[in-house]
């Protein structure tokens, strides 16, 4: 099996929902995905600058990643421009030396494990080596939890398996919001015995993964169904869902692990109903 944070977050927050994404494949044909493209385009433009480029390089990067036709209230290119600018302006001249851009990482967690991921910069500041992971969001800053957070005990974890003496993580965070810019980096650090801790509790979810694989019970958390894409079909009745899924979703595997050359990955698409 390949999971990656993407994965865990989902099965974490509704097995069912984990289901519809990772085992069925579905995702809404009608979804726009604006903030995801943002962010996309955003890193990309960042991608772009840490790797030499320039800032107008930069600029020109975002313009390409987020088309003119995508737009929400918080969310244009017009902002993005403008939200870009602003953190040059902030964190220019960049203090870190940089030591790698978009990492790739995998690495068996298990004889059946492998874990992926992407870490959008290794530093060193200080004469410590971090990784650090841009995040665009709409939340407030403040809201923000750095610890504990799989996401980056993942990240610091893979790059020690890479070589790297990581001790923790920056999270660049931008926020897009619509009146003003606002720009934080929170430092964060891992302790072997928490880095142990994570591996322990990815194992741990795994085996839940594999039992509803086995049993084909698939739990709903109705928390968080208000805002969940799948609600339809976790509310649809046996003999209308298969016309549901028709009409609101197509098939789109998630697998961005094939850039990193990954291979045996396991194909639930095949699995029933």
Same mark, same amino acid.
């Given at each position: 099996?390949?999971?990656?944070?993407?994965?865990?977050?989902? $099965?974490?927050?509704?097995?069912?929902?984990? +289901?519809?994404?990772?085992?069925? #494949?579905?995702?809404?044909?009608?979804?726009? %995905?604006? /903030?995801?493209?943002?962010?996309?385009?955003?890193?990309? &433009?960042?991608?772009?600058?840490?790797?030499?480029?320039?800032?107008? *390089?930069?600029?020109?990067?975002?313009?390409?990643?987020?088309?003119?036709?995508?737009?929400? *209230?918080?969310?244009?290119?017009?902002?993005?421009?403008?939200?870009?600018?602003?953190?040059?302006?902030?964190?220019?001249?960049?203090?870190?030396?940089?030591?790698?851009?978009?990492?790739?990482? !995998?690495?068996?967690?298990?004889? *059946?494990?492998?874990?992926?991921?992407?870490?959008?910069?290794?530093?060193?500041?200080?004469?410590?080596?971090?990784?650090?992971?841009?995040?665009?969001?709409?939340?407030?800053?403040?809201?923000?939890? /750095?610890?504990? #957070?799989? !996401? $980056?005990?993942?990240?610091? +974890?893979?790059?020690?398996?890479?070589?790297?003496?990581?001790?923790?993580?920056?999270? #660049?965070?931008? /926020?897009?919001?619509?009146?003003? !810019? @606002?720009?934080?980096?929170?430092?964060?650090?891992?302790?072997?015995?928490?880095?142990?801790?994570? %591996?322990?509790?990815?194992?741990?979810?795994?085996?839940?993964?594999?039992?509803?694989?086995?049993?084909?019970?698939?739990?709903?958390?109705?928390?968080?169904? %208000?805002?969940?894409? +799948?609600?339809?079909?976790?509310?649809?009745?046996?003999?209308?869902? !298969?016309?549901?899924? @028709?009409?609101? +979703?197509?098939?789109?595997?998630?697998?961005?692990?094939?850039?990193?050359?990954?291979?045996? &990955?396991? @194909?639930?698409?095949?699995?029933?109903?």
């Amino acid at each position: 099996m390949i999971l990656d944070n993407t994965m865990l977050s989902g $099965f974490h927050s509704c097995p069912k929902q984990f +289901y519809w994404r990772h085992v069925r #494949n579905l995702v809404p044909t009608e979804d726009k %995905r604006v /903030a995801l493209t943002f962010g996309t385009a955003f890193h990309s &433009a960042l991608e772009t600058f840490y790797k030499g480029g320039s800032q107008d *390089d930069a600029l020109i990067s975002l313009v390409r990643g987020f088309p003119l036709t995508i737009s929400d *209230d918080k969310r244009s290119t017009a902002v993005g421009l403008v939200l870009l600018e602003g953190y040059f302006k902030k964190w220019l001249p960049e203090h870190w030396e940089i030591l790698q851009v978009e990492t790739n990482l !995998q690495f068996e967690l298990s004889s *059946d494990l492998v874990y992926c991921g992407k870490v959008d910069l290794i530093v060193k500041d200080l004469g410590e080596v971090h990784i650090v992971d841009h995040k665009t969001t709409s939340s407030s800053l403040s809201n923000f939890i /750095a610890k504990p #957070n799989h !996401q $980056f005990s993942g990240y610091i +974890y893979g790059t020690r398996c890479l070589g790297f003496p990581t001790v923790g993580a920056y999270i #660049n965070l931008i /926020a897009v919001m619509k009146t003003k !810019q @606002d720009y934080h980096r929170i430092i964060t650090h891992r302790t072997d015995l928490e880095l142990e801790q994570w %591996r322990l509790d990815v194992l741990k979810t795994k085996g839940r993964i594999d039992d509803s694989l086995r049993t084909g019970h698939w739990e709903t958390q109705t928390v968080s169904c %208000r805002m969940c894409v +799948y609600r339809d079909l976790c509310s649809s009745p046996p003999e209308t869902l !298969q016309l549901m899924i @028709d009409s609101k +979703y197509k098939e789109e595997k998630w697998q961005p692990w094939n850039q990193t050359d990954v291979s045996g &990955a396991t @194909d639930y698409s095949s699995l029933p109903v």
